[in-house]
C-alpha cells in the first residue's frame, strides 16, 4: 500500500510538472541572466570564420542554443535545431549556437556531425557562456561553463530574453517543444 502512494505522489508530480512546461526553467533566484532581463551582448566567430554580435540580431527572434560535441543530450538536439531553422525560416527567427568551451578538435567534431545552416559561434575559453551562467544553478558544477551545455534561450526582437530552460535529463525536450512555443508566442504578439 505504502508504495501505491508514493507511486501516486510521483505520477501526480510528473503530470503537474509536464502540464507547467519545462522542468529546469531559469527562475530569478537562480541569477542575473533569467526570462525578462535583456540578453547579454556578446561577439564570437561561426564556422564560416564571420564575426557574428547577439545585438546585430536586434529585431529577430532569436533561439540560443549552448551546445558540445561530448554531451549526448546536444547530439540528439542537434538535428531539431536544423529543423526549427528551417520551420521558421522566412519568420524572422534566427538560429544561434554557441559550442562551450571546446578546444578547436571538439568545436569541428560538433560541426561535422551534422551540416548546421545557422551560425554556431565557437567560445572556446567559456566566457560569453559564463556571462549566461545563473550563478545558483547546479550549484554542484565546479566548471560552471558546463551548466549551460544543451541549454535554450528565446530572445525577443529587443533583445529580452522571454525563456530560457537548462537540459532536463529525465524529460529532455529534443525536439525544442517548449522553445518553439516560447518563438511561436513572440510571433503570436508580433502579429497583434
Request: with cysteine.
Amino acid at each position: 500500500m505504502h508504495r501505491s502512494l508514493l507511486l501516486m505522489a510521483f505520477l501526480a508530480r510528473a503530470a503537474a510538472a509536464a502540464d507547467q512546461g519545462p522542468s529546469i526553467v531559469v527562475t530569478p533566484e537562480m541569477g542575473a541572466v533569467h526570462a525578462g532581463v535583456a540578453a547579454p551582448d556578446f561577439e564570437l566567430t561561426d564556422q564560416s570564420g564571420h564575426k557574428i554580435r547577439l545585438s546585430s540580431l536586434r529585431g529577430s527572434v532569436v533561439l540560443l542554443a549552448f551546445v558540445s560535441s561530448w554531451c549526448p543530450f546536444s547530439q540528439a538536439e542537434q538535428p531539431n535545431l536544423g529543423k526549427v531553422f528551417e520551420d521558421y525560416k522566412g519568420k524572422n527567427v534566427k538560429v544561434v549556437a554557441i559550442d562551450v568551451k571546446e578546444d578547436d578538435a571538439g568545436y569541428r567534431r560538433y560541426l561535422a556531425r551534422e551540416k548546421m545552416p545557422f551560425p554556431v559561434l565557437h567560445d572556446p575559453t567559456g566566457a560569453t557562456t559564463l556571462s549566461y551562467t545563473p550563478e545558483h544553478a547546479l550549484p554542484d558544477f565546479k566548471d560552471r561553463a558546463k551548466v549551460l551545455v544543451t541549454a535554450n534561450l528565446v530572445i525577443d526582437r529587443k533583445g529580452v530574453v522571454r525563456f530560457f530552460t537548462l537540459v532536463d535529463t529525465v524529460d529532455f525536450d529534443d525536439e525544442l517543444t517548449h522553445a518553439r512555443k516560447a518563438i511561436d508566442e513572440l510571433l503570436a504578439e508580433d502579429a497583434k
